[in-house]
């Protein structure tokens, strides 16, 4: 298949970074100017704004983290608080359905995995794209037990 992204490639939601570390960086920036502006804080206000400023930045990067990284080895998703490395035939199916929040990937052992890096929020048409480029990756590169696909659920 010629239209195969060439790997390694990354999937994020580049639009919906963009705008959380912006409202990062600028949250951070007003939380610190009011904090030395206010002449009646202590040292120790100042500080506590300054450190909810940073703790409200912190939030909005680990938000923004969410990625799927594709290359030769198999397929890493690394959602908000985790990383995990999945093996090309370990991905069963990508699904991006009408309505859903991100990609989830369904999985040999049963299971359903939340892929966040490939999210419909902001840039829907480039999320369908990322869905069909990761789709058509796990597809090219799996191998499936014939018997044991039919009998997976497609929804």
């Known amino acids: 298949m010629s239209d195969l992204p060439a790997l390694p490639v990354t999937f994020r939601p580049a639009q919906t970074r963009a705008v959380l570390l912006t409202a990062g960086v600028a949250i951070f920036v007003v939380i610190t100017v009011v904090a030395l502006l206010l002449e009646q804080l202590s040292p120790g206000e100042r500080i506590s704004f ?3 400023g940073a703790l ?4 909005l990067v680990l938000l923004a983290r969410p990625k799927v990284v594709v ?14 490395h999945l093996e090309w035939p370990e991905i069963l199916q990508v699904n991006l359905r009408p309505g ?6 369904n999985l040999s052992d049963g299971t359903s995995m939340p892929a966040l ?3 419909p929020g ?3 048409q480039r999320a369908i794209a990322d ?4 789709r058509a990756l796990v597809e090219a590169r799996s191998v499936h037990d014939p018997e044991r696909s039919e009998g997976e659920p497609q929804g």
């Open 117 to 119: 890096g490939i999210q």
């Open 71 to 84: 290359d030769d080895s198999g397929v890493t998703v690394v959602n908000i608080a985790g990383r995990r």
């Open 50 to 52: 300054i450190f909810t």
């Open 122 to 124: 902001i840039a829907k």
């Open 100 to 105: 859903d929040p991100w990609v989830f990937l």
């Open 56 to 59: 409200l930045f912190g939030v």
């Open 131 to 134: 869905a069909r480029a990761l």
